[in-house]
């Protein structure tokens, strides 16, 4: 389960995982897919790219 707020700077960024994750199942680069959602900041973007479902 992803976090709702970015550890570092607070930003809420559960509102982009379903998205991203769909995306880029979908063989789209992660990079342009966090572009196009307005995730610029690096810890924002670490926080979706590094995460890892643990069920």
């Not at 982009?16 to 924002?44: H, I, M, S, W």
Request: aromatic fraction near 10%.
């Amino acid at each position: 389960m992803i976090p709702v707020r970015c550890i570092s700077c607070g930003k809420v960024v559960s509102a982009y995982f379903d998205e991203y994750q769909n995306r880029t199942a979908e063989g789209e680069d992660p990079k342009v897919v966090l572009d196009d959602l307005g995730v610029n900041r690096y810890c924002c973007r670490r926080m979706l790219i590094s995460h890892v479902e643990t069920w």
